[in-house]
């Protein structure tokens, strides 16, 4: 495939509920589109996850767009590309700024399943059919009306529900949690809130059974991670720490974790990704697919992902009404009983829908 046309659009999309971390509060979310056209008229979609301020990363929206109309796009506009594997290769001199590439590896992704006449998910090497999913619940007003949601995401179905913590909001709560919900699959994301000075804080979590405990000291460590798996019994799942196949590989021999959190974006695109999930699977390392509050394409690229064999724990790829009033893709993403079909069809397996695209586009730029 050859790339003739790039378009990046500036999307603004309001969530139905606000969703609070313990970096901050999100009630809308902006991100950039990518559109990519190549010299036989095949259409491919990618999504970026940054958001507007570097809470998660040092990426965001407007370093994103730079990385992509400066780096990115020129190496990539009209020159021959085989396979998406080879995007990689292609990126390697341009350091980090993961999220930029993924947004454009992801387009590409999605060109070439359509190409060679195969869904993204079968074109990835993935088998299920569906796939089990969860939800990540934000930090609530109180306790009380936490369970509340919680109990409401149970009775949809979900298979795992996921809650966020940070130092002065977490053994009561989880405590109340498990009151009310001895049986629930739950685990906690701190969000790299806590350092081993927390370490008694921590052990005491030990006590709820839960699945998982994801990134609770820093985001670029794994020494510390090590350290606190010795000390306590529940698993850490790393997040921010794995941005790429070789922190995975250093965090497995240290013994930094007992799970890793997959996200495309954090670690570059799919070839990543997929990278990532093979080596896992080689240790005997769960994963599952974190979600960055993407939007339809972002999801659509989730739910490929998760059908590869080793993603064995609910992922955060909830249905598209749980925090969107309209999605830019049709059929949105629908959630049965805690499953998400995998699309069999060619390409994404979703129709972006232009005309909530169109709606929702602050800004566009088209290269070619």
């Not at 085989?82 to 993961?98: K, M, Q, T, V, W």
């Not at 992801?106 to 939800?135: P, R």
């Not at 009561?172 to 350092?195: C, F, G, Q, W």
Request: aromatic share 6%; glycine share 8%; charged share 25%.
């Amino acid at each position: 495939m050859k790339l003739e046309q790039i378009t990046v659009r500036h999307m603004r999309m309001p969530m139905k509920s606000p969703f609070t971390t313990s970096f901050g509060t999100i009630d809308e979310k902006e991100f950039l589109l990518i559109e990519a056209i190549d010299q036989s008229g095949t259409v491919g979609w990618g999504e970026a996850v940054a958001f507007v301020a570097p809470w998660y990363t040092e990426e965001t929206l407007k370093t994103t767009w730079h990385m992509l109309e400066d780096f990115l796009i020129p190496i990539l506009l009209h020159k021959e590309v085989g396979h998406p594997d080879e995007i990689s290769a292609l990126f390697s001199s341009i350091r980090r700024n993961c999220m930029a590439k993924s947004s454009i590896e992801g387009a590409i992704w999605d060109i070439y399943a359509q190409q060679t006449k195969q869904s993204l998910a079968k074109a990835l090497g993935g088998h299920k059919e569906q796939i089990e999913v969860g939800v990540s619940v934000g930090i609530q007003s109180s306790t009380e009306a936490l369970i509340e949601l919680l109990k409401s995401h149970v009775n949809k179905g979900y298979k795992r529900v996921k809650v966020k913590i940070k130092p002065g909001h977490d053994v009561e709560v989880i405590r109340a949690i498990r009151a009310e919900m001895p049986d629930l699959p739950l685990m906690v994301d701190a969000n790299s809130a806590y350092t081993l000075n927390d370490m008694d804080v921590l052990q005491q979590l030990d006590a709820f059974n839960l699945l998982m405990i994801e990134q609770p000291l820093a985001v670029d460590d794994i020494v510390d991670h090590a350290k606190l798996q010795q000390k306590i019994k529940t698993p850490i799942c790393l997040d921010e720490s794995i941005t790429s196949y070789e922190d995975a590989r250093k965090a497995i021999e240290l013994g930094s974790c007992g799970v890793i959190n997959i996200k495309i974006g954090r670690v570059g695109g799919l070839t990543e990704a997929r990278r990532i999930h093979d080596l896992c699977k080689e240790n005997k390392i769960p994963v599952w697919c974190g979600g960055m509050l993407e939007a339809g394409i972002g999801r659509a690229h989730n739910i490929a992902l998760t059908s590869l064999t080793n993603f064995v724990l609910p992922g955060d790829t909830a249905g598209s009404s749980h925090y969107w009033y309209e999605d830019i893709i049709t059929p949105e993403v629908i959630v049965e009983d805690g499953y998400i079909r995998v699309p069999q069809t060619i390409g994404i397996g979703y129709t972006p829908n232009l005309k909530v695209i169109d709606k929702l586009t602050i800004s566009r730029k088209v290269y070619q």
